[in-house]
């Protein structure tokens, strides 16, 4: 009936590309690249593109084509950390609140609301502020920021599903509480997840690059996108290249995450009549 | 609109949450690391007997608690205390500071709102052109999204101030000096409100009173402008909430990139210092914000969506 | 996915050319709506296909034919309203006398609402949920200048009266969610006729609609066309469209089968697929007997034969689309229905006399409905349920037993609180008062935990079956779910259930949303059956169904129902339904039962005004009495009600 | 030379990097913002180049032979911006002013401590009376802290630490508007006749508005300058100098600030650096003259002391003694028992990593400090195996690490107008900046009789032999470059300047348009 689906949509085959690229990049940079991205080369300082440098070299001489690289490292790992950590969170809480008694769960909204009513990266750097900066604490102020996104969601759908025909069948077959939490709620609240993720990494990484941008990132001298755009902006006139780079890899990873995201999400809503 | 009863709860909860930010970030900035005495004393003044004095003059040597409620209580009076490094009053501080903020924010609203909705309604509809022009937005749209906004801003200042010299560099004078920095705010706003506003206008011309509207002899332009843009302003409406957000954070790098006056520089620099005054009372304040805007949210979500006013 | 083209041609071209002929004939006039093999295509496939249709002035020709045959595309293409995607050809469109296939969007526009009004088949969508209902009628007045802008209103509030809406004052600053379907479809119908259209185009106005509502609408519909409107009307049951069609066309797959007039059609259907359509309808007559090729369920069991070579209904194909018709065997070959003498005993209880006359209150219980069996203990018994939903009572004083064996059938308007009784009797919501025992023993009233070992005694099918699907599981899983075996027997468990309601085995590894409604259904009665329950609530399970695929689930009830002597409640709004299926019923009325007893007893002779208006408004074929028609081909009375 | 007065009133526009926190200049606290205070308020004393002082307001100053007492004459022809008369009294009301609780509790503390009290001879004459001798009292006589202040408008303004439009001084302009986060206004006050010695011209002012910017983005800064939005910039970034340089119609003025250079401290009270071995060879590990080539392009002043170049007591003699040796640096280390390197090539002891850290303040961070940190950091990996690890953190994490002793090196620079100031607080032992718990009885000795003489020729001996003590014989700091200032300017400003005593930029006094 159906025709053979492609294993990978026209539309799909460069945003994935780019993502298996990227992936190389974060597992074995080495790979993709020769140079040291913390080597520094004073006196060839700011090169622009060419043999030596494809990507031209920085203010303090490294080849920005290996800090892209191994900087994917980083900023994804810092997206993908955060990503995991706001979703196992969000998808608790909101679980949670969703099986409470009304109580319960109108303090657990209330707790999101609180959460969100400060602006993700005001609450980031306060989060910041308060752990200092560094990777490990990036990554949990981001994560802090996007709970209540994914909590939300989850609630919601918690609601849906426990008031839902198959979670009530199976009140009739007379199975346990627990089992058809575990069975029927916990599985199926988990739908909006992958694409949520998905879109939620690269807002992520931006909010990332935000943070380095503020000097509240990865310590120096990392090679983290966001924190090299950061520093690149004083040599804007002099080296573009230094900032072009690792914007355009901030931007091609955001646009590649949002595209596959949308695609689950249409596959996702597809599925669900 | 809404009952009494519903503004009296709307209020209490608003209360609560705008006393729960405020304790919150308390017990936040208690449990910082470092000491409120040291970033009082400052460099170089580091001797037993100012500390003490410091100490004694903002009176750290009371507990926590007592300080605590001692905060609130001031707070109940409107009183939002000093500023450990500006050496002025917190409400002072911000008060200067609000002016620039929302012109800014209101300015980034306006760009992200008129060219969502002028690109939505340019290429919603049935023709060729329409969709071809709706898949070249709908890039534009994702690139808007996906750049991090102070790249944007970079850019923006690159070509336009630095290279053209169209607009002025930076500063809070006059409209010019608002237009780049508006832009670099209001860019991604206008991505995201495109996507949902032309999503919301296509599937609102597919639901069958679109197709009971067409069989009426209405014309594709009245179809969207009676019909379908309301149903698309819905789900607009309550990203709303998202978009305060986004407009008081990205304010932050925004103000720090183009230089201008504004609540983001001071938070950032109030963050940056463990100003604590300053710290929570950008908390309080755009808790307040938040809590205003879900209500006026919620009225407007009432005015369009006839449904739910129950 | 579409069967044997050929054969169908070979019917439908002597009635494609005539139809177009005739009308011109029958009237002086030239047809204001006339189109010669139309095809309309969606990206690519074809669902319209070679389709001719005229309609003269002041006629009202009526297109029926089951689910996806094309209907409502074809209504939509007449004003030009295909939709993204389709390409539309034809040998010859004219719409009021002008040729259609050069219009461009400009000369659709001004024709549509102005020369013909549609009423979409969604009626409780097609209005704008965020407009009032004067601003949707007023639109048709603007779009069109029909009437000075200072009289629009006045003009709306006429209209709103001519459809009969109550007090249209009040109801033109009304949302349509403030309405009742029944409403809407008024208000819709009149914005349809604001500008005061020659044709009106109804696609399924009743579908959705109860009974008592559905008979309103077509009597606002034949004033209408008293009062001279053409009317095309699109439904897929024959009848609703007997009393007020001058014409019928019966389509399938895209084209017409049959055509001629409306009485001609009904009690002498040329084509078999009319007559298929005519014998599915359930109803009095058709108790007893397989809705699927109208053979007792005795005769059919005694024989143990496969479906009889020529009888209407044997090639399916035509009736279903693929893997539902396969299945069709299946279901009856089996030697699953040889083991007689339960069925006997199934037969026994719906035609025999203790039914009708025995004692109404035989067990005592005050207010207690009648009892079959006095002798034997009840499977379910409910007295006295009265369950409130904030300060509304949805269920008031309810009360009735069931036995082994037997079909309680429940009707009732929409809201009137079936689904309520429903899920008290399965405990799945406490009631305020009153209780309910099972076997005898409490039910209602326990913790969850008591309750849990008995649940498999007591099983529900739902209306919907995807929603009761948990949308991850497959086919198999979901059978396996209720059933407490080890996991080897439980595999052959599940495909000895599959086997017994006629699915294929290769159905076990698929989802559900990957199976047809009717396949969905077997699926929830295969997992509902699979516990071995004693009784089994059905809440509506075949109202989303289409006809014949209706009329499947029906036999393949009735036939477990004989096999394993469950009892059964069944809950439907359709008269003819719970008439085919049930021994007795209970009508209900804003939450309480306003009159209950054998089933013909209730439906020929009801005590309650309100089931007189509820039988008096089931919708009839033109035809003689109801116990005396053969059981045949030329069945022509048919009650039905969706 | 006293200048005719312009006619047409000039304005100016000048972009700044830093803004102020309070514009009282009691409270006065940010170097970057000293260009401003001289604007509205004036000094008693003016300091020279050569740290020799001259008249301002006081018009003659002298000090008893124990050094305890100051007797002031001051200028008698002085008005404050809001009419009151200038004299003894506002003076003593002034100094008085720092003892009121909780107003400035640091300077009564550190620059006041040994101040007794001051007594009004008559309305022209003041006598100061010193607890005990300070050679840093005309210092503090010619700094900002000593900017007087109406003593009315101390009572009267709003909020007197912060100061504002309502606190008021004796100043060639006076205060306008002030937009925190935007600008900051003065208009000129014509009734000025009293600029200190040394100045360009004499009477009011010639410009007669001047707008303060607060572009803190040094790439603003330059395009706004660029672009000719604003007149003068000052802060101009090493990238940006060529393209400034290189515009025939702007203009480019820099001046190494006074007080001390910007240096590494080695805490010594820690492994690794209680090795001098290890100190020794952090700095020979460095080829510094290529590192700042890197990152400053070649406009920043590498340093050799502690003290900066600018200042009067820098020691010449300390000028190529030490750096850029990889070879000794090498020796030093494995003779120090760092042999062993790990995987990523760090040297290693005892299964330690040679691992040093330092920690700045995000808030602080000027100049690209911290990517002169990182490359100091590529130097010292790549050519001795040293892990150097750059911390930016808030204050609060940092006030705690230097509290909890949890840093091996630690990161500073002074603008002090006589860098001895710094030294008291850098390096006896209980300096309130002393990070390095370094501490040695001869340095202590010496630092302290240089505070107390006012022998400009003997304190600059002691603060030399202080100087070979801490940079050459113990290498407890690691001198990297003095700190500069720099204003970029339209060709068509003229008088622009720095302060001779701080070496940053000068108030807009002297500054006019055209030719
Ligand atoms: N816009 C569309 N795009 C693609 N296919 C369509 C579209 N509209 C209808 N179809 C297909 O055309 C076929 C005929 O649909 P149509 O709605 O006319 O059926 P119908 O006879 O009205 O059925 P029902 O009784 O269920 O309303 C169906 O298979 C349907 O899936
Ligand atoms: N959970 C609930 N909360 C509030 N009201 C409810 C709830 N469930 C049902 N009702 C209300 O109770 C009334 C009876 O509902 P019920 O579903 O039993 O009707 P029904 O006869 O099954 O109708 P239908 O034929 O439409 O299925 C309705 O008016 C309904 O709105
Ligand atoms: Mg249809
Ligand atoms: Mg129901």
């Known amino acids: 009936m159906a025709a053979p689906r492609l294993p990978i949509a026209p539309g799909l085959l460069l945003p994935s590309a780019f993502l298996v690229l990227l992936a190389l990049a974060v597992a074995a940079p080495a790979l993709l690249t020769g140079a040291d991205p913390l080597a520094a080369d004073p006196l060839s300082a700011l090169a622009p593109p060419g043999a030596e440098h494809w990507f031209g070299s920085d203010h303090l001489g490294r080849d920005v084509l290996s800090r892209v690289v191994y900087g994917a490292r980083h900023s994804i790992s810092i997206g993908v950390a955060a990503t995991v950590l706001a979703v196992t969170s969000g998808v608790l809480l909101g679980l949670a609140a969703g099986l409470s008694p009304t109580w319960l769960d109108e303090a657990l909204a209330r707790a999101f609301d609180v959460l969100s009513t400060l602006p993700e990266l005001l609450l980031a750097l306060l989060v910041v502020a308060i752990t200092g900066p560094g990777t490990g604490n990036v990554i949990f102020a981001i994560a802090v920021a996007q709970i209540p996104n994914y909590a939300r969601v989850i609630r919601a759908q918690t609601f849906v599903v426990r008031h839902s025909g198959y979670v009530e069948q199976a009140v009739t077959f007379g199975r346990p509480r627990l089992a058809i939490t575990a069975g029927h709620v916990l599985p199926n609240v988990l739908g909006p997840i992958p694409v949520l993720a998905t879109i939620g990494l690269g807002q992520a990484v931006i909010a990332s690059s935000g943070l380095s941008f503020l000097g509240m990132g990865p310590q120096p001298p990392a090679a983290e996108w966001g924190a090299m755009l950061s520093e690149a902006r004083n040599y804007l006139r002099v080296a573009w290249w230094e900032a072009l780079f690792p914007g355009l890899a901030i931007t091609l990873t955001v646009v590649c995450l949002t595209v596959v995201g949308r695609r689950l999400q249409r596959r996702f809503e597809g599925r669900t009549p | 609109m809404i009952g009494r009863l519903g503004v009296v709860r709307r209020l209490g909860t608003g209360l609560a949450v705008l006393w729960a930010a405020a304790t919150a970030s308390y017990v936040a900035l208690l449990i910082a690391p470092g000491d409120t005495v040291d970033i009082l004393v400052g460099d170089g003044a580091d001797t037993p007997e100012i500390r003490a004095a410091i100490i004694k003059e903002w009176g750290l040597d009371r507990p926590e608690v007592v300080q605590y409620l001692a905060y609130l209580w001031r707070l109940l009076h409107g009183d939002l205390g000093r500023s450990y490094q500006l050496q002025r009053g917190v409400g002072e501080v911000l008060a200067t500071q609000i002016a620039p903020t929302a012109q800014l924010t209101l300015a980034a609203a306006a760009v992200g709102v008129t060219l969502a909705a002028v690109i939505a309604l340019v290429t919603a509809g049935r023709g060729r052109a329409a969709r071809g022009m709706a898949s070249l937005a709908s890039v534009a749209e994702l690139v808007a999204v996906s750049v991090p906004p102070f790249l944007i801003g970079i850019v923006l200042l690159a070509v336009f101030s630095f290279t053209l010299g169209w607009f002025p560099v930076s500063g809070a004078q006059g409209p010019a000096a608002l237009v780049l920095p508006a832009l670099a705010l209001g860019l991604p706003i206008a991505g995201v409100l495109g996507q949902v506003l032309r999503g919301g206008l296509e599937r609102a011309l597919e639901q069958p009173f679109a197709v009971t509207a067409r069989a009426r002899g209405l014309t594709e332009r009245a179809l969207v402008a009676r019909h379908a843009l309301r149903h698309a302003l819905i789900p607009a409406v309550t990203l709303a909430g998202w978009f305060t957000g986004t407009l008081l954070g990205g304010a932050v790098i925004t103000e720090v990139l183009f230089g201008r006056p504004g609540l983001g520089r001071v938070a950032m620099d109030a963050v940056t210092g463990r100003d604590m005054p300053v710290v929570m009372a950008v908390v309080l304040l755009s808790a307040l914000v938040y809590v205003t805007i879900s209500t006026l949210l919620d009225l407007a979500y009432r005015a369009i969506d006839p449904r739910i006013r129950g | ?642 | 030379a006293a200048q005719p007065e312009a006619a047409a009133p000039t304005s100016l526009t000048w972009a700044i990097e830093t803004q102020p926190i309070t514009l009282n200049p009691q409270q006065w606290a940010q170097n970057k913002v000293r260009l401003l205070v001289f604007n509205q308020f004036d000094a008693l004393l003016t300091r020279n180049k050569d740290g020799s002082f001259g008249p301002w307001l006081a018009k003659e100053w002298k000090v008893s032979d124990d050094e305890l007492t100051y007797t002031l004459t001051l200028r008698d022809d002085v008005t404050f911006h809001d009419g009151a008369k200038f004299d003894a009294a506002s003076v003593k009301a002034n100094l008085d002013q720092f003892f009121v609780e909780g107003y400035n509790t640091a300077v009564a503390g550190i620059q006041l401590r040994a101040y007794q009290e001051a007594k009004v001879v008559s309305p022209t004459t003041l006598e100061i009376t010193l607890k005990e001798p300070d050679a840093l009292f005309l210092d503090f006589l010619a700094s900002p802290y000593a900017g007087q202040v109406s003593p009315k408008s101390l009572k009267s303004a709003k909020d007197v630490k912060f100061g504002g439009i309502d606190l008021v001084g004796t100043g060639p302009f006076i205060l306008d508007r002030y937009v925190p986060g935007q600008e900051i206004h003065y208009r000129r006050n014509p009734a000025y006749q009293w600029p200190p010695a040394g100045a360009a011209h004499q009477g009011p002012a010639h410009l007669s508005e001047i707008t303060y910017r607060f572009l803190p983005e040094a790439a603003v800064r330059v395009g706004a300058l660029t672009s000719g939005q604003v007149q003068v910039i000052e802060g101009v970034p090493a990238t940006e100098a060529g393209l400034i340089k290189s515009d025939p119609g702007l203009t480019l003025q820099t001046a190494l600030n006074s007080g001390t250079s910007f240096s590494y401290y080695f805490n010594v009270s820690r492994a690794p650096f209680d090795d001098q071995r290890v100190r020794e060879a952090f700095r020979e590990a460095v080829d510094l003259d290529a590192v700042l080539k890197a990152v400053y392009q070649g406009t920043a002043t590498r340093a050799w002391s502690v003290v900066g170049k600018a200042s009067t007591f820098y020691d010449t003699s300390l000028e190529n003694t030490f750096g850029g040796d990889v070879a000794k640096a090498n020796a030093l280390l494995d003779e120090a028992g760092w042999k062993q390197r790990d995987a990523q090539g760090y040297r290693v002891k005892d299964g330690k990593r040679l691992s040093v850290r330092t920690l700045a303040s995000a808030a602080f961070i000027r100049d690209r400090r911290d990517i002169l940190a990182q490359a100091i950091q590529a130097q010292v990996k790549q050519n001795a195996g040293i892990d150097f690890q750059v911390k930016i953190v808030d204050q609060g994490t940092a006030q705690k690490a230097l509290d909890d002793n949890d840093y091996e090196v630690f990161e500073n620079s002074r603008g002090d107008s006589d860098a001895g100031a710094a030294l008291n607080l850098l390096l006896p032992g209980k300096g309130a900046l002393n990070r390095t718990h370094f501490s040695d009885p001869d340095v202590e000795k010496w630092i302290a009789e240089a505070s107390r003489t006012s022998d400009q020729e003997r304190r600059k001996e002691l603060y030399a032999k202080v100087q070979q003590v801490v940079v050459r014989d113990k290498a407890i700091v690691f001198p990297i470059y003095v700190p500069a200032d720099q204003i970029a300017a339209q060709k068509s400003v003229q008088g622009l300047g720095f302060n001779p005593a701080s070496g940053t930029p000068a108030g807009a006094y002297d500054v006019r348009i055209g030719t």
């Open chain 3, 1 to 642: 996915m579409i069967t044997n083209p050929g054969e169908d041609t070979a019917i439908t071209s002597p009635g494609a050319d005539t139809a177009i002929t005739n009308s011109g004939e029958d009237t002086a006039a030239s047809p204001l709506v006339a189109v010669r093999d139309l095809r309309v295509g969606f990206n690519g496939t074809e669902v319209v296909r070679g389709l001719s249709l005229s309609v003269a002035p002041g006629e009202c020709v009526a297109v029926v034919g089951e689910s996806g045959s094309g209907k409502s595309v074809t209504a939509r293409t007449l004003l030009g309203l295909a939709g993204p995607g389709s390409s539309v050809r034809a040998s010859a469109f004219t719409v009021a006398g002008r040729d259609a296939l050069t219009f461009g969007e400009r000369e659709w526009r001004g024709l549509r609402g102005r020369f013909a009004g549609l009423v979409l088949q969604d009626a409780l969508v097609s209005l704008d949920p965020l407009r009032t209902v004067g601003a949707e009628i007023g639109e048709v007045l603007t779009a069109h200048d029909v009437v000075p802008r200072r009289w629009r209103e006045s003009r709306t509030l006429e209209l709103l009266e001519s459809v009969g809406v109550p007090e249209p004052e009040l109801r033109v600053r009304q949302h349509p969610h403030e309405l009742s379907g029944g409403l809407r479809q008024r208000v819709l119908i009149a914005s349809a006729i604001a500008a005061e259209p020659e044709l009106i185009i109804a696609d399924e106005p009743t579908t959705a609609l109860d009974v008592t509502v559905q008979a309103q609408i077509m009597r606002l519909l034949a004033e209408r066309k008293a009062a001279g409107t053409a009317l095309l009307l699109i439904s897929h049951d024959l009848a609703v469209v007997a009393s007020i069609a001058d014409r019928i066309l019966v389509m399938r797959d895209g084209r017409v089968v049959e055509e001629g007039p409306a009485l001609d059609v009904l009690a002498a259907p040329a084509h078999d697929y009319t007559r298929a359509l005519l014998a599915a309808v359930p109803s009095a007559t058709s108790r007893g007997t397989r809705l699927t090729d109208g053979t007792p369920l005795t005769t059919r069991l005694t024989k143990g034969s496969p479906l009889t070579k020529g009888s209407p209904l044997t090639d399916g194909p035509r009736l279903t689309d693929g893997p539902r018709l396969t299945d069709g065997p299946r279901l009856t070959d089996g030697p699953r229905l040889t083991d007689g003498p339960r069925l006997t005993e199934g037969r026994a209880l719906t035609e025999g006399s203790p039914l009708t006359d025995g004692p109404r209150f035989a067990d005592g219980t005050p207010g207690g409905p009648l009892t079959s069996s006095p002798g034997q203990a009840p499977v379910l018994a409910v007295s006295g349920l009265t369950r409130s939903y904030g300060p509304r009572r949805v269920v008031e004083d309810v009360s009735f037993v069931l036995h082994r064996g037997e079909t309680l059938g429940i009707v009732g308007e929409s809201g009137s609180g079936k689904t309520t009784v429903a899920r008290l009797a399965l405990a799945l919501i406490e009631p305020d008062d009153g209780q309910v025992t099972l076997h005898g023993e409490q039910w209602s009233g326990l913790p969850e935990r008591r309750r849990r070992p008995r649940r498999p005694t007591l099983q529900l099918i739902s209306q919907n079956p995807l929603d009761s699907f948990d949308p991850r599981h497959t086919t198999a899983r979901l059978i396996a779910e209720p059933l407490r075996l080890p996991r080897a027997e439980r595999r052959a468990r599940v495909l000895d259930l599959l086997a017994r309601v006629g699915l294929p085995l290769e159905v076990a590894g698929r989802h559900p949303r990957e199976l047809s409604g009717g396949q969905r259904q077997r699926i929830a009665i295969a997992r509902a059956l699979g516990p071995r329950p004693d009784v089994l609530v059905c809440d509506e399970p075949v109202s989303a169904l289409d006809v014949s695929i209706q009329a499947q689930v029906l036999d393949l009830l009735a036939e477990l129902q004989a096999e394993y002597g469950t009892a059964m409640v069944f809950i439907s709004h359709d008269l003819g339904v719970v008439h085919h299926l049930a021994d007795r019923v209970l009508v209900m009325k804003d939450g309480r039962v306003v009159e209950e007893g054998e089933v013909d007893e209730v439906f020929t002779a009801p005590r309650h005004p309100y089931t007189r208006d509820l039988v008096a408004a089931v919708p009839r074929l033109p035809g003689g009495e109801v116990a005396d028609l053969p059981r045949s081909a030329a069945e022509a009375q048919v009650s039905a009600g969706m």
